[in-house]
């Protein structure tokens, strides 16, 4: 397999599980913390980190603008304004 293609592949796995978590909180208006998106998704690991996969996504989504962080409650948002 070509470099191009285990790139694209990644990419597209990389999307598919920024969409599941943008869909998974649009369904949780109070919106949710870092480790019960892992949870919800499956993403959690055996790692003393057990969120680390889910908080670089998140993270990534929130500077994309595609979800928000408040900082009051501690929790990811839905952002209802994306594109």
């Known amino acids: 397999m ?3 293609a285990q ?3 990644a990419q597209l ?5 920024e969409d599941a978590i943008v869909d998974l909180l649009s369904r949780h208006a109070e919106g949710m913390t870092e480790s019960e998106i892992a949870d919800a998704l499956g993403l959690e690991t055996d790692l003393p980190d057990r969120d680390a996969i889910a ?7 929130v500077e ?3 979800i ?3 900082d009051e409650t501690r929790r990811y948002l839905d952002n209802p304004d994306r594109t």
């Open 2 to 4: 070509s470099n191009m």
């Open 7 to 9: 790139r694209e592949r």
């Open 13 to 17: 796995g990389l999307q598919y599980i």
């Open 55 to 61: 908080a670089g996504i998140v993270r990534l989504l």
């Open 64 to 66: 994309t603008g595609r």
């Open 68 to 70: 928000l962080w408040d």
